[in-house]
């Protein structure tokens, strides 16, 4: 069974200024994808940015880029030029390419993410 | 985009009584459809994957007979919480992957449900 950990349960960051949220997994697969969710106070999960593990190039999306380290079993995120809004938990999920039950996926614990003015 | 809209947003039930979330995909058809319980402050933890037409797929420690799924058609899917008590207390959300990305992985969720049982 994969496993996602999240080493790091809050995180805190001035506006503007750059923050990196640390992920690693554990799968014996070898196609897969990985995603960092959002989850606002609104509970609502909103999908930050996605990977597919056989892409060597760094996914990107705006303010989000991911350092993705297939080697290592690593998956961080860092938001740059962070904004109030981006004040939210931040999970980190684990996806099996195929359908049906495989397709689940697997959530860390979470990092909650300050941002101060 | 996808959306999935799942009602109610917020029940309150007294103990002893069953109460059904329902998870539609708006604007697009899925299979499978997952069902995650939330606790305050902590992480999803994936319920059961509810297939379409057929029975659903329940982890490991959760009660199929005290969690009821049915997948009655490609944009429904309904959680009906039986014999409530005060320890399923929790957010429920739903999540759908639509059948026409089904092999390029992202899911769409549901705005989640708030069970309190008194």
């Known amino acids: 069974a994969q496993t996602v950990t999240q080493s790091q349960p809050e995180m805190s960051v001035q506006e503007a200024e750059t923050v990196t949220l640390s992920c690693t997994y554990d799968?014996?697969?070898?196609?897969?994808?990985l995603f960092w969710y959002k989850q606002p106070p609104s509970r609502q999960m909103i999908l930050v940015i996605r990977?597919?593990?056989?892409?060597?190039q760094n996914a990107t999306e705006n303010r989000f880029s991911v350092n993705f380290q297939k080697a290592a079993k690593s998956f961080s995120l860092k938001i740059s030029d962070s904004q109030l809004g981006d004040a939210a938990m931040y999970f980190c999920?684990?996806?099996?390419?195929?359908?049906?039950?495989?397709?689940?996926?697997?959530f860390g614990t979470g990092t909650r993410l300050q941002v101060t003015l | 985009g996808a959306v999935v809209s799942q009602h109610p947003s917020r029940v309150i039930c007294k103990s002893g009584t069953s109460v059904k979330i329902e998870c539609r995909s708006l604007?697009?058809?899925?299979?499978?459809m997952f069902w995650y319980r939330q606790f305050p402050k902590q992480s999803l933890m994936l319920m059961a994957t509810?297939?379409?037409?057929?029975?659903?797929?329940?982890e490991q420690g959760v009660e199929k007979d005290k969690f009821l799924i049915n997948h009655a058609s490609l944009t429904l899917s309904t959680l009906t919480v039986t014999s409530a008590h005060p320890e399923d207390s929790s957010f429920y959300i739903c999540?759908?992957?639509?059948?026409?990305?089904?092999?390029?992985?992202?899911?769409?969720f549901g705005e989640g449900s708030r069970l309190t049982v008194l």
């Open positions: 999540s759908a992957r639509p059948n026409r990305d089904a092999n390029t992985g992202e899911l769409f």
């Open positions: 799968t014996s697969e070898s196609d897969y994808y």
């Open positions: 990977q597919e593990a056989y892409k060597q």
């Open positions: 999920a684990y996806r099996s390419p195929y359908t049906g039950t495989a397709s689940k996926l697997t």
């Open positions: 604007d697009f058809q899925a299979t499978t």
């Open positions: 509810s297939n379409e037409g057929s029975k659903a797929t329940y």
